[in-house]
């Protein structure tokens, strides 16, 4: 989508502000011994209760075996997207947990992740030192492919900007997925690499929307999927991290609409 008025804008940040707030409650209901379905539930019902829809429930991509059944993705340690949320599936001290969630607002659409260690404590407590290290790289990832996303940009900018954070912790980017646009529909045209060339790619218009959303792994970033259609694990069983944040592009910094 790219913006075309005010009204745009205004209903963007709406939903922005409905999705971050609906997140922040979820990670903090992130504790040992919930179920990722008590917390998917808990996702439905807080998009309905603040007027939006939960998108990813029953949604289709073409070439998917199946909708998807949830409204939340929950992806843990070398889960690192569309986990499908289970009653089976036990939070435990020390996991990795992803948080993905997309909503739409009077018909805008947003898309935002998180991911954060099961712990007692801080945060910054929490997990092992190469959990704690993985996430924080991820993170800076997000903020570095972020800021590379301005008017007059490259897509290759953005996905470069992510092999840049990746190099520097010796991580791996995890391959064949990333990010895209958004603002009418659940994903758009173009598809944002989290690996690319400086210079290379689409240009990024002013007032475009994008979701950008780095991925990076303790292993090599090879992916398969699992045998419920969905779930995109790390082939070597490497521990993922997975950030988003939807955006607007500017001509300096993009506007966040989905703060973590």
């Not at 922040?24 to 179920?35: F, M, N, Q």
């Not at 939340?72 to 969630?101: F, M, T, Y």
């Not at 007032?207 to 990076?216: K, T």
Request: hydrophobic share 45%; net charge negative; proline share 3%.
């Amino acid at each position: 989508m790219i913006i075309e008025n005010e009204e745009d804008k205004k209903q963007l940040r709406a939903a922005g502000n409905i999705l971050s707030g609906v997140l922040k409650d979820l990670e903090a209901a992130c504790k040992e011994g919930i179920t990722t379905a008590e917390l998917d539930l808990m996702a439905e019902h807080a998009v309905k209760a603040r007027g939006a829809v939960a998108v990813f429930l029953g949604y289709r991509p073409e070439g998917a075996p199946s909708a998807y059944p949830a409204a939340l993705c929950v992806s843990i340690n070398d889960e690192v997207v569309h986990g499908i949320p289970s009653s089976a599936r036990i939070l435990r001290s020390g996991d990795i947990v992803s948080l993905d969630l997309g909503l739409s607002y009077n018909g805008y659409f947003v898309d935002s992740a998180r991911t954060l260690i099961v712990g007692e404590g801080l945060p910054a407590q929490a997990g092992d030192a190469s959990a704690r290290k993985l996430l924080a790289a991820t993170r800076e990832a997000l903020d570095t492919a972020v800021a590379a996303a301005h008017a007059g940009a490259h897509v290759g900018d953005i996905g470069a900007a992510v092999e840049r954070v990746a190099r520097k912790y010796k991580l791996g980017v995890v391959k064949d997925l990333g990010g895209h646009a958004v603002g009418r529909a659940v994903h758009e045209k173009p598809f944002i690499a989290n690996e690319g060339k400086e210079g290379a790619g689409e240009v990024i218009p002013a007032g475009m929307v994008l979701a950008i959303e780095p991925m990076l792994c303790e292993g090599k970033g090879d992916i398969v999927t699992a045998a419920d259609g969905w779930t995109c694990k790390m082939r070597d069983r490497s521990r993922a991290a997975h950030f988003e944040q939807t955006v607007i592009v500017g001509e300096g910094a993009p506007e966040i609409l989905t703060a973590l």
